[in-house]
T-cell receptor, first 114, second 116 residues
């Protein structure tokens, strides 16, 4: 049973346009969500997070939106740059202050075309 | 120097061999994790440890064992490797939530393991 779903394995976007990566979750107990970015031959790196008490968190070109009623979050990258080409993983956690590990989605490969 | 290091970076072995993958961290984090990544399957948790005396099974622990030798070291063993354990393996660390910490995980560069 996949608790965190990234239904688009890949996405191609033109440089300068908006990239929107989507993530759905099934466990209503999840209350903290993260996005990680992974380049080939490197480990994933933390990108941005959001707590369930918020519906939006912004960091430069990256914004994460959370819709708790739909159990859906999205990562917006504006404007997209070729260096953003990577695999993006959505992850969720139950209880920020608790002792539960992250649950990851399968990832979406973003290609930004110059 | 990297905060989270993994050795070896690449390993080719044969079915039935015992393999150990090692992870060291200089971040001073209490929590350490082992994941494997397979094409199309994302990151799956094998084992995790919240402190030196704590070991927990993850989603896919069968066929693996771990040892937390110190706060900074967490090793993953495959007692008898099989071909479907061919994958990319990542170690990660985090600080327990509280204060400025949000339990964000920091990953090592990965070990590519091939079992023939």
């Amino acid at each position: 049973d996949q608790q965190v779903k990234q239904n688009s394995p890949s996405l191609s976007v033109q440089e300068g346009r908006i990239s929107i990566l989507n993530c759905d979750y099934t466990n209503s107990m999840f209350d903290y969500f993260l996005w990680y970015k992974k380049y080939p031959a490197e480990g994933p790196t933390f990108l941005i997070s959001i707590s369930s008490i918020k519906d939006k968190n912004e960091d430069g070109r990256f914004t994460v939106f959370l819709n708790k009623s739909a159990k859906h979050l999205s990562l917006h990258i504006v404007p997209s740059q070729p260096g953003d080409s990577a695999v993006y993983f959505c992850a969720a956690k139950r209880g920020l202050s608790g002792n539960t590990p992250l649950v990851f989605g399968k990832g979406t490969r973003l290609s930004v075309i110059a | 120097d990297a905060d989270v290091t993994q050795t070896p970076r690449n390993r080719i072995t044969k079915t039935g061999k015992r393999i150990m993958l090692e992870c060291s961290q200089t971040k001073g984090h209490d929590r350490m994790y082992w994941y494997r990544q397979d094409p199309g399957l994302g990151l799956r948790l094998i084992y995790y440890s919240f402190d030196v005396k704590d070991i927990n099974k993850g989603e896919i622990s069968d066929g693996y064992s771990v040892s937390r030798q110190a706060q900074a070291k967490f090793s993953l063993s495959l007692e008898s490797a099989i071909p479907n354990q061919t994958a990319l393996y990542f170690c990660a660390t985090s600080d327990p939530p509280g204060g400025a910490s949000t339990d964000t995980q920091y990953f090592g560069p990965g070990t590519r393991l091939t079992v023939l």
